[in-house]
């Protein structure tokens, strides 16, 4: 089949998260500037780059993780992994603004190094972050869409003594959770290596 997805796709449910799948979670911590804490996953995130590490949430709406970051300009991504998956849910929720996720999913903020957003603490890793731009993306049209994707500096990093094997993080054992499309999710629990080619070679 082919379609245009501003003309629909006659399927039951749209397939675009299912093919743009998996995609590592943001579970990103924010604190309000009146200090209220917000817990909320983001299923568009990821990595941007290295030296300096850059990481990047995306924000359909402007939710409580995006006006806290703008304002305070710090923020969290928190592993997501097997055994926070309910949590992680719970964290979802579409609480009024003032409320924590944390208190709400039974999580306890860890209080951060270099930020002040605090970490969770159960999670295996946590990324601690500056914002460094929000860009607001437009459509063909140059017409604004409500989405804010904010950037963010990793300046601490976190590691569980746990969930390293042989000093490198082990994404087995810890079980990173990925999203994937409608209401799934998968975990990794198997690894493969393959060597890049060289053209000289």
């Not at 009024?96 to 306890?108: K, N, R, W």
């Not at 957003?117 to 295996?124: F, T």
């Not at 804010?148 to 994404?171: E, H, K, N, W």
Request: hydrophobic share 35%; glycine share 8%.
């Amino acid at each position: 089949m082919f379609y245009e997805p501003s003309k629909g796709h006659g399927l039951p449910h749209d397939p675009f998260k299912a093919l743009v799948a998996p995609r590592p979670i943001g579970w990103i911590s924010t604190q309000a500037k009146d200090g209220s804490l917000n817990l909320a996953p983001y299923s568009f995130f990821n990595a941007l780059g290295t030296n300096p590490h850059l990481v990047m949430f995306c924000s359909e709406g402007a939710k409580d993780s995006y006006t806290n970051a703008l304002e305070t300009g710090e923020f969290v991504a928190n592993l997501v992994s097997s055994d926070l998956i309910e949590q992680m849910n719970a964290s979802s929720v579409d609480a009024p603004h003032g409320v924590s996720e944390f208190d709400y999913a039974g999580l306890t903020p860890e209080p951060s190094r270099l930020v002040r957003p605090p970490r969770v603490r159960e999670a295996h890793a946590a990324l601690e972050c500056k914002v460094t731009e929000i860009l607001s993306p437009k459509d063909l049209n140059g017409d604004p869409t409500s989405r804010y994707m904010i950037i963010g500096q990793v300046v601490g990093v976190y590691i569980s003594d746990d969930a390293l094997t042989d000093g490198m993080f082990d994404v087995v054992k810890a079980g990173n959770v990925a999203r994937l499309g409608y209401l799934d999710f998968s975990n990794v629990k198997q690894v493969f290596q393959r060597t890049r080619p060289r053209w000289k070679d």
